[in-house]
């Protein structure tokens, strides 16, 4: 399984971006995805995920000017990123919760991305 992350780089405050990740692999269900960021010294922080069944759920700093969409068939999840702010400058990462397809993997398993750089300047 590989989480594969494209369209970091640099914008000014109040511009946009967009983040999309894809899931490749042989997955059975992909129960949470979404996207966490994070800057040097500090933890790894939510951003935005969306569950299977459409459930988003967002960290407090970005509700209301990012939004998370995910196409189940296509096994994407994009983050829209609105009204960016220089505190939103981290690296991104896609992360996916997911069962295998697979009589020997059972459960659930975590897996990431490598990051994108996303840089808001004043």
């Known amino acids: 399984v590989q989480l594969v992350e494209s369209g970091g780089g640099s914008v000014q405050a109040g511009g946009s971006l967009r983040l999309p990740c894809t899931v490749s692999?042989?997955?059975?269900?992909?129960?949470?995805s979404g996207w966490y960021r994070q800057v040097p010294g500090k933890h790894r922080e939510l951003v935005a995920t969306?569950?299977?069944?459409?459930?988003?759920n967002y960290g407090d700093s970005v509700k209301g000017r990012f939004t998370v969409s995910r196409d189940n068939a296509k096994k994407t999840v994009d983050l829209h990123m609105n009204s960016l702010k220089p505190e939103d400058t981290a690296v991104y990462y896609c992360k996916a919760v997911l069962s295998l397809d697979s009589a020997y993997y059972q459960g659930e398993y975590d897996y990431w991305g490598q990051g994108v750089q996303v840089t808001v300047s004043s």
């Open positions: 969306m569950s299977a069944m459409g459930r988003a």
């Open positions: 692999g042989n997955t059975r269900v992909i129960w949470v």
